[in-house]
């Protein structure tokens, strides 16, 4: 029988993959858990962001946080374990403040918008349905959340009040791989988003950031690569409503044209390209 929830108390992955990593200078954890076969899922995965850090206060402008953009396989369903975490969501650009109570729309006008925020089970789940607009971002000290009758309140309830660090469960379903693993870490990816995807792409977003390595032609290609191989595309422009589909469709295109002439200069596998990141940014340090 499916279930709708993991129980939160999954087992670590194994090394290289499990972690806990600590990326970006420390303000952020990331852990991978073993999926119960019941939960239909490729990816399970604990993320906190350490509420006094220096880089928390940046919000949105986070390292971590990733620009907004769809997945066309697979939706991505979390829970608030602890704190208060930040979406941006849809093409109205719907900011909510997701807290272990309640999911909170912060738009002066999100009464116009109620049927497309992000909606929240009678369990504290959170569903992000394929093609839906979305980005996660910390939600900084300084936030007007925290101003408001709930962010009081809630801010009350919390140990070190809104510096309290934030944790997340996040999952990405359902598995849609339907022939072997591939790799040397048995991966599902692509098209499924799973650890080593994510480990992958984060360890070279940290790189980036720490400036261990800095943004060339082949990095910018390998960062596309990974995106278009798990069916994921940015948003252009996403209240020009009159672009309609092309919103994603543009940069898809760009990302599929860009992953063409990759391969000409680069014949690794997309596989080979995420377990060449780990092997360099994740397996080395440890």
Do not use: C
Not at 26 to 45: H, N
Not at 245 to 266: C, G, H, N, S
């Amino acid at each position: 029988m499916l279930t709708s929830r993991p129980t939160g108390n999954e087992p670590r992955l194994s090394a290289p993959l499990g972690g806990p990593h600590k990326l970006f200078d420390g303000s952020f954890v990331i852990e991978f858990l073993q999926v119960p076969a019941e939960l239909d899922a490729t990816v399970l995965m604990r993320a906190t962001y350490f509420g006094s850090h220096e880089l928390t206060k940046l919000g949105k402008q986070h390292p971590q946080a990733p620009p907004l953009h769809i997945h066309f396989y697979q939706a991505e369903s979390f829970i608030v374990e602890s704190g208060a975490a930040g979406t941006t969501a849809t093409y109205d650009l719907i900011d909510t403040i997701h807290t272990t109570d309640g999911n909170y729309p912060q738009r002066d006008s999100h009464a116009d918008h109620a049927s497309t925020a992000l909606g929240r089970s009678v369990d504290g789940v959170t569903v992000i349905l394929p093609y839906i607009p979305h980005k996660f971002w910390p939600v900084s000290s300084n936030h007007p959340f925290w101003s408001t009758a709930e962010g009081q309140v809630y801010e009350s309830s919390l140990p070190a009040g809104r510096y309290t660090d934030t944790t997340l469960l996040i999952w990405g379903h359902p598995k849609t791989h339907i022939g072997p693993v591939t790799g040397t870490l048995a991966s599902d990816f692509p098209p499924d988003m799973d650890a080593a995807f994510f480990v992958g792409m984060l360890s070279l977003v940290d790189a980036l950031h720490g400036q261990r390595l800095t943004m060339s032609p082949g990095l910018g290609a390998t960062l596309m690569a990974t995106q278009t191989a798990s069916g994921a595309a940015m948003i252009l422009a996403p209240r020009a409503w009159w672009l309609g589909p092309l919103r994603w469709a543009i940069p898809w295109y760009m990302q599929v044209a860009l992953e063409w002439t990759r391969k000409i200069f680069d014949r690794r596998s997309v596989v080979q390209l995420v377990e060449d990141a780990i092997a360099r940014e994740v397996v080395k340090k440890q």
